[in-house]
């Protein structure tokens, strides 16, 4: 229905709201994740979407993909989740030597905004969307491995996944 496919996307803005402002480092984190899942919170959020109108976010800048990801399992229910992504262009222009392989720039999802989640010190790890994944069954035995591509859709993903 027209109803419910508005709703979710009006929902998935929301969230990705809230995730580019609040997700980093769980040690850098200045909102705790059970507060951003909380009933309350999520009441909140909830009640600013119009079900006659969509929000406006405002426009994003499109960028080139590059990401690669990749599950392989065997018979024996081995599994691998493996994502390579070197951010931007070239990643951070660093070849580690006899290997060709460049190596990833995401300390740039760093911030220099101060009092930011993302803002720039030692010790932080910058929040990204290299998520490669497994689902598990109740008693913890991986039974999928995923993954997703795609920059900023890549947590809207696994949530969908």
Known sequence: HVETVHASIEAMKL??????????????????????????????????????????????????GGTVYLAAADESGMMVSFIQSNYMGFGSGVVVPGTGISLQNRGHCFTAEAGHANEVA?????????????????????????GVMGGPMQSQGHVQM
Do not use: C, Q, W
């Open 122 to 146: 030692p010790r932080k790890r910058p929040s990204h969307t290299i998520i490669p994944a497994f689902a598990m069954d109740a008693d913890g035995a991986p039974r999928m491995a995923f």
């Open 15 to 64: 969230a990705l709201a809230d995730l580019y402002r609040h997700n980093a480092d769980a040690d850098a984190m200045r909102v705790a994740a059970r507060d951003l899942l909380s009933d309350a919170y999520v009441r909140e959020r909830a009640a600013l979407i119009d079900p006659a109108r969509a929000g406006d976010p405002g426009h994003g800048t499109p960028r080139p």
